[in-house]
């Protein structure tokens, strides 16, 4: 049976004061995109799309 391998990449986010824990899933080993960012966003922080404001350092 196939197993696809996913893991994980975990990103601190600064969100309303705080800072926050994320982990956002990889595929097949390719690293996750903006999209899959944003979507994790979305799932945990309820935070839609369109509000979204990501800024990296």
């Known amino acids: ?33 903006i999209s899959d960012l944003m979507n994790a966003v979305e799932r945990d922080f309820r935070v839609p799309r369109a509000l979204q404001n990501l800024v990296f350092h």
């Open 1 to 33: 049976m196939f197993q696809p391998r996913v893991f994980c990449v975990k990103l601190q986010l600064h969100f309303g004061g705080d800072i926050h824990e994320i982990s956002v899933p990889a595929y097949n080993g390719a690293e996750p995109t």
